[in-house]
């Protein structure tokens, strides 16, 4: 716990000097109005209650004459005029302690600058979770990052706000507790320092079970949100398939373990809080035992001469009264230390698991001293190139490829024959277990990945689009993209005219399922490599025509790859390269490779067009 409360440092060092302006004014205002609260119970119970006479000092601050100071007992006139005094000065000072400071001052400096402190960390998470490779992506559910970054990293402002903040004022209050009932009587200071000791035993045999329980709850909050977000993110194939009731019953089931979870956890809490309460009610028994009997025979407090504003040199009502608060007060604040602790059981495992985003390594990095991509880009190869997700079961081995600029090459296979792995490792997605991928010859893990995302350019068949215009969808890659960047780009991928047909056409409000603009965004890059993956799957035949004509003119001094199924796409690249298990079995045009009497792109050709009507696409 101890290491992650310190790691915690690098995201309270821009605000520590508010941090620690804020507890100054705190602890100051705590002080002031603990002495204060003194000088209130003397007043109403010994002065103005039972007529006793001012201290010299009281009757200063309340600006009355020295008179209200003399003899044994006040008149009935002078304790009016101590009450009329007292009510004012108290309504007075309870409005600027707790409206103006509490409320208005602390609260609100409080408030800014944990949100400030909760800000830095969620956006750190999310830009290293931006820069893991995808197999840490591939293997994490999306949920559990999500609840990591929303719900885990708000436990860093619980941590100083509970670990720290709130221990430092429940210390400084309790020690404030404890020097009073010292000055009372040092055996009341003995009797609380002796139960103190059992507590803390206790308290420390209790905290593995807590920290093990709040492990549990937090495991189960996240596989929920996992839940959650898998179930919407399917939410076409749920209504398709009719399995709305699988899914409410595996949410019902992930929920109602969550809650029992969270259940646990606060249930231990609570018997670890009865256990101590029990203990702690014990030596307030005894403590107000012995005050009684000191009140009933006026024996003299250690306070007396101790502070001069306070007059309780006798137990009297006053001193047992606000003796018998700091008890309560001592043994309070110590039961709101051990609730504290308790619930940074819980942040401790929250805050462990912010982390863990934080500490997992990128496996693909930039080079320290990179080398820039080459300009301009003639060709792309990949040579001898192997790869797997999982050792046991490899996805590319051995792949060879070279493919020119100027020229469309295809990547042909069947479903999981790894064309999409190719081409991420285009992108550094991932990097290859064995051989390279090089431009011009330099291996791409030379190169500044930044560099190299930015002189590639990918058009996905699943588009994402976001709750913004259609221009703004367009342009989201690309920051030096002017409208009419973007407005060309969509001539080229043969969006122009589902776009003029929109209400305000490229101002045009989409959701946040949007139409297919994948491939317009890719090209307003204008970057000299171009991956499209399935870019005609969703256009008529006529649309997919004119597509490939207008990529044809504009991709002539680039890169281009093509990954499809559609006949109609592929007979019109310069090369195919027909992957397959991992494996580039055949390479050439389509007319070269549909003469291999019995070629693997051959009998993949025919499988795809068996069945289809005259008329229809024919290799």
């Known amino acids: ?140 559910r999306t949920g559990d990052a999500i609840y990591r970054v929303y719900q885990d990293s708000a436990t860093i402002t619980a941590i100083i706000d509970t670990a720290i903040l709130d221990p430092i004022n429940m210390i400084w209050k309790l020690g404030f507790a404890f020097f009073i009932l010292w000055l009372f009587n040092p055996l009341l200071g003995f009797i609380c320092l002796l139960a103190t000791v059992p507590i803390i035993l206790v308290v420390a045999w209790y905290t593995p079970r807590l920290q093990h329980f709040a492990r549990l709850a937090r495991e189960s909050n996240s596989n929920l949100t996992s839940r959650i977000q898998e179930s919407f993110a399917a939410i076409r194939v749920v209504k398709a398939n009719q399995a709305e009731t699988t899914v409410m019953r595996r949410f019902d089931r992930d929920s109602n373990h969550a809650l029992d979870a969270a259940l646990r956890v606060r249930m231990e809490m609570i018997l670890l809080w009865m256990i101590v309460l029990a203990m702690a009610g014990t030596a307030m028994f005894i403590a107000d035992y012995l005050m009684a009997g000191w009140t009933v025979n006026e024996e003299a407090t250690w306070l007396a001469g101790a502070i001069t504003l306070v007059g309780m040199a006798i137990w009297n009502l006053g001193a047992f009264q606000q003796a018998r608060g700091r008890v309560g007060e001592y043994f309070g604040w110590g039961q709101g230390l051990i609730n504290k602790w308790s619930l940074m059981q819980d942040m401790a495992v929250g805050l462990h698991r912010a982390y863990h985003l934080l500490d997992v390594e990128p496996e693909v990095t930039s080079p320290r001293s990179p080398v ?9 190869a990949y ?68 560099d190299l995302r930015a002189n590639c350019a990918i058009a996905l068949q699943q588009n994402v689009l976001f709750a913004a215009t259609v221009a703004d969808n367009i342009g989201y890659a690309s920051r030096r993209a002017a409208r009419e960047d973007i407005e060309a780009a969509a001539r080229v991928a043969c969006a122009d005219g589902f776009i003029g047909e929109m209400a305000a056409g490229y101002d045009t409000e989409l959701g946040e399922r949007g139409g297919k603009l994948s491939i317009a965004r890719a090209i307003v890059r204008d970057t000299p490599i171009l991956i499209l993956d399935e870019p005609t799957a969703s256009l008529d035949a006529e649309t997919e025509q004119r597509l490939l004509a207008n990529l044809s003119v504009w991709g002539r001094e680039r890169v281009v790859f093509l990954i499809t199924h559609r006949l109609s796409t592929i007979r019109n690249a310069d090369q195919i390269a027909f992957l397959d298990h991992g494996r580039i079995e055949e390479i050439g045009d389509h007319d070269s490779l549909m003469a291999i009497p019995d070629g693997r792109y051959r009998r993949f050709v025919i499988a795809e067009t068996e069945g289809v009507p005259a008329g229809g696409a024919q290799a």
């Open 1 to 140: 716990m101890a290491r992650l409360f310190v790691r915690t440092w690098p995201y309270l060092k821009p605000q520590f000097l508010h941090i620690l302006c804020w507890l100054a004014l705190q602890l100051t205002l705590y002080t002031t109005v603990g002495f204060a609260t003194l000088l209130i119970d003397d007043l109403l119970n010994n002065k103005i209650m039972l007529g006793d006479p001012l201290e010299p000092a009281q009757a200063m601050l309340l600006q009355l004459d020295p008179s209200y100071a003399e003899g044994e007992r006040l008149s009935e006139e002078q304790q009016f005029a101590v009450r009329d005094r007292f009510v004012l000065y108290v309504a007075i000072g309870a409005f600027i302690s707790t409206v103006l400071m509490q409320i208005c001052v602390l609260h609100y400096y409080y408030t800014w600058i944990i949100q400030r402190i909760n800000q830095r960390l969620r956006v750190t998470m999310v830009e290293k979770a931006e820069h893991l490779s995808l197999r840490y992506h591939s293997h994490a």
């Open 372 to 380: 820039r991509v080459p300009a301009p880009i003639r060709e792309v």
């Open 383 to 450: 040579d001898d190139v192997h790869f797997a997700y999982d050792e046991e079961a490899p996805v590319l081995a051995g792949v060879g490829l070279t493919a020119r600029a100027g020229t469309v090459t295809a990547i042909v296979g069947a479903t999981g024959s790894g064309k999409t792995t190719l081409m991420s490792l285009l992108l550094r997605l991932y990097d290859p277990t064995k051989g390279a991928v090089r431009i011009n010859g330099v291996d791409i893990r030379h190169m500044g990945i930044d």
